[in-house]
T-cell receptor, first 114, second 113 residues
Framework: AQKVTQAQTEISVVEKEDVTLDCVYE???????LFWYKQPPSGELVFLIR??????QNEISGRYSWNFQKSTSSFNFTITASQVVDSAVYFC???????????FGKGTKLTVNP | SQTIHQWPATLVQPVGSPLSLECTVE??????LYWYRQAAGRGLQLLFY??????ISSEVPQNLSASRPQDRQFILSSKKLLLSDSGFYLC????????????FGEGSRLTVL
């Protein structure tokens, strides 16, 4: 069975601090996709990134970076120099098939204080 | 560009009353459509998905139903709401070539009293 674990329920940091959100996944499939979504206080979910299981290159997008490590089944998300606008719930997701097969983590609530 | 709208944004309903949440997508054709529920505690649960008009797959048995009368319209309904139906409902769409890349609506917050 597939499973996503986000062990950090809530994280609170002060603005400009770096913060890493952990994601550990379980799957028996060799082909799968991993995702991060952001849910700001307004409620809608915003797609941040997708990686497939054959691409372990780390990715950087502005202040966001992702570290995919198949050896530890982890797909961690780091925000550098955090800002108040980064305050949101962040979800890690996994799928082997289509979008109807998405497995969500329970989310990590990040609060960035000024 | 593609957009997705759902309404109403907020709804307060008594137990036993009916429900209708509507979702429409613009700027794309033949999307896959989804209804999710996010109950207290933030977990997201897939309720229904649809790959075409009139085609509905249910993930969780419950007193809710979904319909897709048009290609870009997805409706979530109930004949009699329960207290446990309270939550935040999200509609989403995706295209087959991009597995897992969902585009979500603004959400509808339902409180059943």
């Amino acid at each position: 069975a597939q499973k996503v674990t986000q062990a950090q329920t809530e994280i609170s940091v002060v603005e400009k601090e770096d913060v890493t959100l952990d994601c550990v996944y379980e799957t028996r499939d060799t082909t799968y996709y991993l995702f991060w979504y952001k849910q700001p206080p307004s409620g809608e979910l915003v797609f941040l990134i997708r990686r497939n299981s054959f691409d372990e290159q780390n990715e950087i997008s502005g202040r966001y970076s992702w570290n995919f490590q198949k050896s530890t089944s982890s797909f961690n998300f780091t925000i550098t120099a955090s800002q108040v606008v980064d305050s949101a719930v962040y979800f890690c997701l996994l799928t082997q098939g289509g979008s109807e097969k998405l497995v969500f983590g329970k989310g990590t609530k990040l609060t960035v204080n000024p | 560009s593609q957009t997705i709208h759902q309404w109403p944004a907020t709804l307060v309903q008594p137990v036993g009353s009916p429900l209708s949440l509507e979702c429409t997508v613009e700027g794309t054709s033949n999307p896959n459509l989804y209804w999710y529920r996010q109950a207290a505690g933030r977990g997201l649960q897939l309720l229904f998905y649809s790959v075409g008009i009139g085609q509905i797959s249910s993930e969780v048995p419950q007193n809710l139903s979904a319909s897709r009368p048009q290609d870009r319209q997805f409706i979530l309904s109930s004949k009699k709401l329960l207290l446990s139906d309270s939550g935040f409902y999200l509609c989403a769409w995706s295209v087959l070539r991009e597995p897992g890349e969902l585009f979500f609506g603004e959400g509808s917050r339902l409180t059943v009293l």
